[in-house]
């Protein structure tokens, strides 16, 4: 139990510190003034003042704050600033900036914890073996059997299980011809998809081409070098950035049903959860959490990052700022729909532990 509360406090904690940090660092290289760096909320329970700026730990630790100087435009500046470092008086492109450096760095943070995953654990890839061949469907009428190893479709090499399905999804049906290795013996097989409903990962009910067949499970494990590792964790972002993407997107159609929905208690069973099964485990779901807050927080929703973004964007097009009361206004809304939001993932969460 203590681990599992110690890693709910590292992990949230630390995504929300590296995301306030993205701040800090871009308006520091752009000469902004910074008047507080905070690792928690709440009171002050200790720290240091380096320059300018308090550097401090306060008593509630997950999360943490950046005070940038200047944040409006009638704010009174803390002593020690100039008009110079005043946040507001510097031109929405710079603003714009710094505002987007919170998520871009929980990009990156994702992006280093994939990299140093793929590099020390090498990655793990299906190889194309039938495992299971459905009765009555495509693969059994053209006599493939459990055990076969797929290496062509249509001439293509087929490396891995992912290979297989990406060939017969792009075919739409038409005539294939696999090469099959079965035992030592390599052979031609003529096979037609047949075009079959199939839930996808949303829940959606497509019509697909199926061979009818699914993987044994054996595996090819790869070691990586820095760059490959890197370059695999770069594809690892994209991936799952496209998917929890889609998965907002499915949410507002209403494919996904909101009761899907998950809040802070959730993410700390998951957390909880990985705890248990080692490092690795809890690494990976650090990086997931930390796209889906990058993610999140470029929605453009007032008082989110994106909202902020939107607002210096409309600035920029038409010359001038949002009027105070506009703001004010849309703040306002964003704070509402986010306090409803957070609640009704917080009900979902509590009624997922009476099912």
């Known amino acids: 139990m203590v681990t599992s509360i110690l890693a709910v406090v590292v992990v949230l904690g630390g995504l929300i ?10 308006a520091r290289v752009m000469g902004m003034g910074v008047s ?20 401090r730990v306060c ?5 943490g704050y950046v005070q940038l100087v200047g944040e409006s435009v009638d704010a009174e500046l803390p002593e020690g600033f100039g008009p110079e ?6 031109p929405p492109w710079q603003r714009m900036l710094v505002v987007l450096a919170g998520p871009v760095f929980n990009f990156i943070l994702a992006w280093f ?31 493939i059997v459990p055990g076969d190893h797929i290496i062509e479709i249509d001439g293509v090499q087929i490396a891995i299980w992912d290979d297989l399905v990406e060939r017969i999804e792009a075919n739409e049906g038409g005539p294939m011809v696999l090469t099959v290795q079965r035992d030592k013996a390599l052979f031609s097989v003529h096979v037609t998809p047949k075009l079959q409903e199939k839930r996808n990962l949303f829940g959606e009910v497509k019509t697909m081409p199926m061979l009818g067949i699914a993987p044994k499970g054996e595996l090819l494990s790869r070691e990586l070098g820095l760059i490959d590792a890197a370059v695999q964790g770069a594809r690892q972002i994209w991936e799952v950035s ?11 159609e209403r494919v996904i049903p909101v009761s899907d929905m998950g809040g802070v208690i959730l993410i700390t069973e998951m957390i909880h959860k990985e705890a248990q099964n080692g490092m ?48 004010h206004v849309a703040l306002k809304i964003g704070m509402t729909l986010l306090l409803m939001l957070m609640v009704l993932a917080t009900f979902n969460d509590i009624l997922r532990h009476f099912k």
């Open 17 to 26: 510190f590296f995301h306030e940090l993205g701040h800090f660092v871009v």
């Open 36 to 55: 507080v760096f905070s690792l928690g909320f709440g009171t002050r329970l200790f720290g240091f003042t380096r320059g300018k700026t308090d550097y």
């Open 59 to 63: 008593a509630f630790p997950l999360g």
């Open 85 to 90: 470092e005043s946040f507001s008086r510097r």
């Open 113 to 143: 914890i994939f990299w140093g995953l793929a590099y020390s654990q090498g990655v793990q890839e299906l190889l194309p073996v039938i495992g299971q061949v459905t009765n009555s469907s495509a693969a059994e009428e053209a006599g």
């Open 242 to 252: 496209g998917l929890m993407v889609m998965g907002i997107v499915k949410l507002i």
């Open 280 to 327: 690795v485990n809890l690494l990976a779901l650090t990086a997931l959490i930390s796209i889906n807050l990058g993610i999140l927080n470029l929605l453009p929703i007032p008082v989110l990052d994106g909202g902020h973004i939107l607002f210096f964007f409309l600035e920029t097009i038409t010359g001038k700022p949002l009027s105070p009361q506009v703001q």
